[in-house]
């Protein structure tokens, strides 16, 4: 049974989809202004993951992910530099989507950019408006809370506390995610803004009511949500430091909008520390991804490090922990590479490992199962590899058990992404031709050839299978 800890009812629940066979999920994205940092890449890979395994549990998956390409860093940015708001942001939504590929993190269904989707904005400011939830002062617009009776239950906070938004007490999460920096005027200072009124040299659009301006952050995440899910869906998820005051504006703007519940589960992924410390510039342990991978750390163990500490836990990155990342992928690597090979020897099993196996696949399932609990679900993926090692060395597993143990390294791999498996395209020439030789001295039944050859590519970690159709290859990085 799938469970997940819901941050609005503070417990673990059922999971339930709204409509059957399919999850609607939003997940708040990148402010396009730099390039993202590990911290960051935690919540996205954290995503990853959920989205993975919905799908690993034969949902199909509808996500959307908002690009905030219009704010107070970006247009300063772009000022900064003398350059359109456009051109400096299409340079780091590039680079935000090349660092995904590289965490070997899926594309999601849509990327909505804030600019593209301004009317959807006014029209939802309207709506607040026109049902009271909204007033103009000075040519913006702010959201009243005080009308809104049921601000604060997603944080827990009461509205009195509101005044102060601060939340979580004292955390890395201020530098992690943007916090929300409206600096004007409002009736009541928990209020916050909907619409901003252009300032002088800033790009603009036109809003609501009579003024030109753009939209505040928050409902941006509204708009392109509903517009792209409906106005009630299954999963949205975020850092904890979205919490307050972000996701608590979105149920606001939302739910007075539609009087409809606007999100069923709220998951929250716990913010990164890096050596033990919150990360800062100042400290020296602030690390973007392309930091990582130019003192050469390999994508995958970071995304393995990122994904291998259950996500509600406060995960403390540190260098070593990388390389031992990259020890423990190494190790699963070879395994795979080794049970690969191993299906030509063609012995039987001294004693079936079926069960073995098949434990391990319901132990990672009822552990995934358990709000993500990926502790345990590696746990059993690694039990399994000691006992079929130990299986191997001893000569008590034969092809079809180490056939099947593959089948479900690969099952698991689509959840975690941490082994890739290369496309035919990325074999380079002398590649194809060792391949081609040994298809020949199979075809020729010169045994001793092919099996050279085969220790050849595995070298490379090219691993191939031989089926009643002829030979097929895999690429393991
Ligand atoms: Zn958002």
Redesign the pocket.
């Known amino acids: 049974m799938l469970c997940f800890y819901n941050t609005l009812s503070r417990k673990k629940e059922k999971f339930s989809a709204l409509k059957k066979g399919i999850v609607k999920i939003y997940s708040?994205g990148p402010t396009v202004y730099d390039f993202a940092h590990i911290g960051n890449f935690r919540a996205y890979v954290f995503e990853d993951l959920l989205r993975r395994y919905l799908k690993y549990k034969g949902y199909r998956v509808l996500q959307v992910m908002?690009i905030t390409d219009v704010d107070d860093k970006t247009i300063a940015g772009a000022k900064r530099e003398g350059i359109k708001l456009s051109d400096f942001t299409k340079r780091y939504t590039d680079a935000f989507f090349e660092d995904l590929e590289k965490l070997n993190i899926e594309k999601v269904e849509e990327y909505p950019r804030a600019t593209e989707h301004i009317p959807e904005m006014v029209e939802l400011i309207k709506v607040l408006l026109k049902k009271g939830f909204a007033y103009e002062k000075d040519g913006s617009i702010y959201f009243q809370i005080s009308q809104f009776k049921e601000y604060g239950k997603l944080s827990g906070k009461p509205l009195s506390d509101t005044q102060r938004p601060t939340w979580p007490p004292s955390s890395a999460a201020g530098e992690q995610r943007r916090e929300d920096a409206d600096e004007y005027d409002k009736e009541n200072p928990a209020d916050f803004v909907l619409w901003k009124k252009a300032k002088e040299d800033e790009p603009s659009w036109p809003g609501p009511g009579k003024e030109r301006g753009r939209p505040g952050w928050h409902i941006?995440?509204s708009a392109m949500s509903m517009k792209y899910l409906g106005e009630s869906f299954d999963i949205h998820t975020?850092g904890e430091d979205?919490i307050f005051p972000?996701h608590e504006n979105?149920i606001a703007q939302s739910e007075a909008a539609t009087g409809k519940k606007f999100v069923n589960y709220w998951l929250h992924c716990k913010f990164l520390l890096v050596n033990n410390e919150k990360m800062s510039k100042s400290k020296g342990n602030f690390f973007t991804l392309r930091d990582l991978l130019e003192r050469g750390y390999d994508p995958l163990a970071i995304r393995f490090l990122l994904l291998s500490t259950h996500y509600r836990h406060s995960l403390n990155f540190t260098l070593d922990g990388l390389r031992q990342a990259k020890q423990t992928l190494k190790k699963l690597n070879d395994f795979y590479l080794n049970i690969k090979s191993y299906l030509h020897t063609g012995g039987a099993s001294k004693l079936s490992f079926k069960d073995r196996i098949r434990r391990a696949e319901e132990d990672f399932e009822k552990a995934m199962d358990d709000d993500l609990n990926i502790s345990s679900a590696l746990a059993a993926l690694f039990d399994l590899i000691k006992d079929i090692n130990k299986a191997i060395s001893e000569e008590r597993i034969g092809e079809s058990d180490l056939r099947e143990a593959a089948g479900l390294i690969e099952k698991i791999n689509s959840v975690l992404g941490i082994l890739k498996f290369d496309s035919p395209k990325e074999i380079d020439e002398e590649e194809r031709r060792l391949i081609e030789q040994r298809e020949e001295a199979r075809r020729k039944r010169d045994f001793e050839l092919a099996d050279r050859i085969r220790e050849e590519l595995k070298k490379r970690g090219i691993i191939l299978e031989d089926t009643k159709d002829g030979g097929r290859w895999k690429k393991v990085s």
């Open positions: 708040c908002n941006e995440c975020g979205n972000h979105e």
